[in-house]
């Protein structure tokens, strides 16, 4: 079994709910190691994306819908997570190409080309604290589960599950890059709310697979 | 959180709109993609300056749009860097035909932001060069970091790289300008309080009474210490050590002192810290050669200052004195 | 209570000195009597103009020092009036043989301590002529009052009475521009947080969370009213309303429009204050021809704005866009 | 029995310290209604005469001494108490003119020559609200007493406790002069810190007769 656009479709939709519900609390990590916005940022940054989802063509692939998402996330969130967030998107929907649906090993390739968005343009390693300690061992579990022959599904969980710990690892480190660099050792114990809101939208990917499979 | 606003969501567009309406002679506002130009349009045949970042730092960037200072200004949300297309558009209507200078602060956001801009107006035939001011030395640059912050120096970038523009440099050498400016420029704030972003509702950090922050960013970063409040003079001491240490600026230099107010600090207490910084570079034998104190890279209401000192050769001195019209800072017409 | 300061007894001193290093070019200061003139002296032949008042208003009155403006401005202590002895020294350093203005905000310590100076003034030979500033519509003017304050409209007064003895005008006529400038000028005041007096060091006054003093002055002094916090463009209804029934402005009028920041508001809110009283305005038919925003009349680290309106003639035009060279206020030069 | 020079020097030197003492109290009745520096300019300026009356003259006229106390006070005090008490003392001083001692009726003279000066610069009434509803009380005790043939000391003890009385009745009033004027009905409730500090003085007046009677 493999994931056409009404996973796409559905994605974009659990993301919106989840970043909404969520934008308060992503504000309040971002407050605490950056400048307070990143839920805001976000929350403005899929409400755009619903929009422009309403009127997305019914025989959209799933390549054009993950361009629209990322067209419209540079567009419209601003700050250093639009840019990297809208770069994942981009490149990873250059790697879906025109496919209609997805196997697993697209899917790994698709999260693949996205981390790698985001490190062509942040340059962020794992262990800087940033949302590559959430998207690089989504990356690598995905990987696993589909060399392991798991269904699109189950590599999507993997990912998820993955990037949920991840979120949590960035707490005890010092970070990198971001505004949350300037603080030094004031930055431990906290987590990194762009790892936070990526295991989001990953958590996000992962049910909309379960909801539509 | 008490503000004079309306919806917290319509802050930018409100504040932007009602600076357009106070200075129409100077400035004329794009609503929609949100951008802030000169009331003449671009110079023909000179560079345009396009700035820009997030809001809340007001008079920065906006009120240096003008003659002698930028072409065009591109103000973000709250603590926001704008996306790529407001910049898009400000340069290219600040394209005269010499090419677009973008001044950027160093943040993150900013700096992928104002890339992907840059990219898409060369892409429609302006070229563009950015310049990155990085003039906080409470944050150390390193491998390890996002490297310096850009504070309140980049209004001294602004200005030299505006009168280059103005007296017909080219897109080269007014970008060397900024650079040189930018290299010769150091600063350091303290937060007394903390400013409230309007989406937020609280404020950014807490103090307590009698807390203050050494090193504060313009986005209520937290800086290199917390510490007592203690009389302003030793408080100046603080921040103008490590300026004067990093550079290092020496006897015999010469120097413009810019006491800059962080929003909610009034005058009286900015020409206070003014005089012991003047005191200090006095003693050791740096002469002030130009001043600037006010408000004018702000966070909202916070209350604090910075310091900045610019190094100062002859060049740059003929370019700060340069006539300036803009709503901030005007001088020479 | 959190401020910049040293000595909470030597914050006037200490600030005026401040003021004085960083504005050589402008103004020389006088620390025993205190007093702020300008540097190159008295313009010989041209009438002499000597403001001034409590401190805490910065930039009100040193600030606005210089070519086309004040001659002097006498800062007393915070709040308070200074005593008749450095307003002599400054309205004898102001004299070019042509006589001098006092500009007077309309408060009995001030009123009083310069009509103390001007007897002793005028024992010493100088003429001088007052003028007093009532611009606050919020305290009823009657028998049964010490009659409006002079708030954030002195600065319109100072400005245009400025620029008349530069072009040569003759005391009686400058005191009679300055008298039709206050006759034209309405203004009224809101306060969100309140000043701390540094040698109080306590608030003034204290506001729950929620409220607002609607009708504030400019010493902390209460209001007309006490409501809950609301959105800034009601605030700038409940401000101009009072004012625009007052003169009465009417349809056609043409005016100057000049939001004020209190000294701990920041421009970010105090253009979304100008953006609605433009459009209420321009609503009914009321031309803004000229618009001042910024923090020039302030009360101490208060948060709050007042609303300035001022019709305009064409001499007043013309006066107030004659060149001004001061700290605080500069154009045409 | 009359008072010298001594009662004004014990004067002086009991106003410094009753100011001193209640400089906060001052500001804080003067915050209330006023702006809150009353006590603040009077501890300035009596400081200052202080400082003037170190060095005064042995062989100095009562007269001389208050006339100091005027030019001091209206060149530090400041704001609207400085002129219009240092007017006080000035007129005050002219009524004493070369006396070396005061009687009764000189006492009564000095008062209300120093009360026609506060009218004569600040034009209040009694019931203004200002310190004229202390000081015209207390001119009006002391007339009385001294023509009962009471003491200096006791006419100024009658000027004292009037005045005293005077300071409290301003509670209730409506203020038309001075700052408080702008409060409309919300100066109802407050003294007024004008009319207290001049009960101060005045008792101050009475104490330094007793002592040096
Ligand atoms: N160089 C980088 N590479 C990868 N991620 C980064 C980088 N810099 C910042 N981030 C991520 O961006 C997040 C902050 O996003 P946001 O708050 O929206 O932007 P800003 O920092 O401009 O306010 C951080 O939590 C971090 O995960
Ligand atoms: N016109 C007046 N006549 C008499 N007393 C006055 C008058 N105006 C003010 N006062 C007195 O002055 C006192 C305030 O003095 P102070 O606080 O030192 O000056 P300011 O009001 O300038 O701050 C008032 O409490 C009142 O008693
Ligand atoms: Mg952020
Ligand atoms: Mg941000
Ligand atoms: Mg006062
Ligand atoms: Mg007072």
């Known amino acids: ?30 407050r605490e190691i950056g400048d307070g916005d990143h839920g805001e940022n976000l929350d403005r940054g899929f409400t755009a994306v619903a929009t422009k989802f309403a009127s997305l063509p019914d025989d959209s692939t799933p390549g054009a819908a993950l361009k629209l998402v990322a067209t419209t996330l540079i567009s419209t969130v601003g700050g250093a997570s639009g840019p990297l967030l809208g770069t994942a998107y981009l490149k990873g929907a250059q790697a879906v190409g025109d496919a209609t649906e997805l196997d697993s090993d697209a899917v790994v390739a698709f999260l693949t080309a996205a981390r790698d968005g985001v490190v062509l343009r942040g340059k962020a390693e794992v262990g800087d604290k940033t949302m590559i300690d959430a998207w690089t061992p989504a990356v690598d579990a995905a990987t696993a589960a589909a060399a392991d022959g798991k269904s699109p599904v ?37 987590r990194d709310p762009g790892a936070e809101s990526s295991s989001l939208i990953l958590a996000a990917a992962a049910d909309a697979a379960d909801e539509v499979k | 959180m008490k503000k004079l606003i309306n919806d917290p969501k319509n802050v930018v567009d409100e504040s932007v709109a009602g600076f357009g309406l106070a200075h129409p002679d100077i400035v004329t506002v794009s609503a929609d993609p949100l951008f802030v130009a000169r009331a003449q349009g671009a110079s023909q045949g000179k560079v345009g300056i396009v700035s820009g970042g997030g809001s809340g730092h007001e008079p920065l960037h906006a009120g240096f749009v003008g003659f002698g200072m930028l072409s065009a200004a591109v103000p973000g949300p709250v603590f926001t860097s704008p996306t790529p297309d407001p910049i898009v558009a400000a340069t290219l209507a600040s394209d005269g035909g010499a090419g677009v200078l973008h001044i950027v602060k160093n943040y993150t956001g900013d700096v992928l932001n104002f890339e992907t801009a840059a990219d898409l107006a060369d892409a429609e035939g302006v070229r563009v060069v950015s310049v990155i001011v990085d003039d906080d030395v409470a944050v150390k640059d390193s491998l390890y970091t996002a490297g310096r912050r850009g504070v309140a120096g980049t209004v001294v970038v602004e200005k030299v790289a505006g009168a280059a523009a103005e007296r017909g440099d080219d897109l080269d050498a007014v970008a060397a300008i900024a650079t040189r400016a930018n290299a010769n420029t150091r600063s350091m704030g303290v937060a007394l309080t903390s ?11 807490v103090l307590p009474e009698d807390e203050i922050e050494i090193g504060i960013g313009i986005h209520g970063e937290p800086g290199r210490e917390r510490i007592k409040l203690e009389p302003a003079d030793g408080i100046v001491d603080r921040l103008l050590a490590p300026i004067l240490e990093d550079l290092p600026f020496a006897s015999g230099d010469k120097v413009l002192l810019f006491v800059n107010g962080m929003g909610g600090t009034p005058l009286v207490e900015q020409y206070i810290v003014y005089r012991h910084a003047a005191e200090v570079l006095a003693e050791k034998g740096i002469e002030v050669a130009r001043s600037l104190v006010g408000s004018f890279v702000t966070s909202l209401e916070m209350q604090g200052v910075s310091l900045t000192v610019t190094r100062l050769d002859d060049e740059l001195t003929e370019l700060w004195d340069a006539p300036v019209e803009t709503a901030a800072l005007r001088w020479g017409r």
């Open chain 1, 1 to 30: 079994m493999s994931l056409g656009i009404n996973w796409v479709t559905t994605w974009v939709a659990k993301t919106v709910d989840v970043v909404s519900t969520n934008r308060l609390r992503l504000v309040d990590l971002d």
């Open chain 1, 154 to 190: 189950e590599v999507l969980r993997a990912a998820a599950d993955a990037a949920a710990q991840g979120a949590v690892a960035t707490e005890p480190l010092v970070a990198h890059k971001g505004r949350a660099s300037y603080l030094g050792d004031r930055a431990i114990g906290h």
């Open chain 2, 195 to 205: 400013g409230t972003v309007p989406h937020a509702g609280e404020p950014s950090f």
